[in-house]
């Protein structure tokens, strides 16, 4: 038994931006948008930037974005076609689980964003964001992991809650990779 607290103790690693770490991570994969009636799968991408303020807890700061591209449905479809574009720059904060080399995490930000390109109507709002996910430790300071995001508007999402709100909202599932330094 000693023998296995021993190997498990070894084994760890440091959670994910530790006290006074920072973290960068580079996210993508692919996300749906809603907007128009119209909900198209693209490519999401995003920089997250992490202050460890405990163990536990960190400060994120994330800018990302994501292009999907949409055609007409028919010939009487008035919507534009091309690709329509999203951007954010949020802040908020990440809550850390630390199991061992496996550190499941959730987040929650708040800040700015905007749809555009092949909407009828291009929109800025303001945007929350949840976000759960895991990071695995391939060495001290390199994770690669996987994470799941939803981008919405808070009075929206409050005034429609059982179709999501009617203002634009995205989904994303994104490959991760991050340095600790």
């Known amino acids: 038994m000693l023998a296995l607290g021993v190997a498990l103790a070894a084994g760890r690693t440091a959670a994910a931006a530790g006290e006074h770490e920072w973290q960068a991570a580079l996210r993508l994969g692919a996300g749906t948008v809603s907007v128009d009636g119209r909900k198209p799968w693209g490519l999401a991408g995003g920089v997250d930037l992490e202050y460890g303020l405990t163990d536990a807890w960190a400060l994120r700061l994330s800018f990302e974005g994501s292009t999907h591209d949409v055609s007409k449905s028919n010939d009487m479809d008035t919507r534009p076609e091309g690709a ?12 850390t689980f630390d199991v061992l080399r496996l550190v ?7 800040g700015f964003a905007q749809v555009r390109g092949a909407v009828v109507t291009p929109q800025s709002l303001l945007a929350m964001e949840l976000g759960v996910g895991a990071d695995y430790f391939v060495t001290r300071r390199v994770t690669a992991g996987l994470s799941f995001h939803y981008l919405f508007e808070p009075a929206d999402l409050l005034s429609d809650p059982l179709n999501l709100g009617t203002n634009p909202f995205s989904f994303t599932a994104t490959a991760r990779a991050s340095y600790l330094f």
């Open 104 to 110: 499941p995490y959730a987040d929650v930000q708040a």
């Open 84 to 95: 329509i574009r999203t951007d954010a720059a949020l802040i908020g904060l990440t809550y």
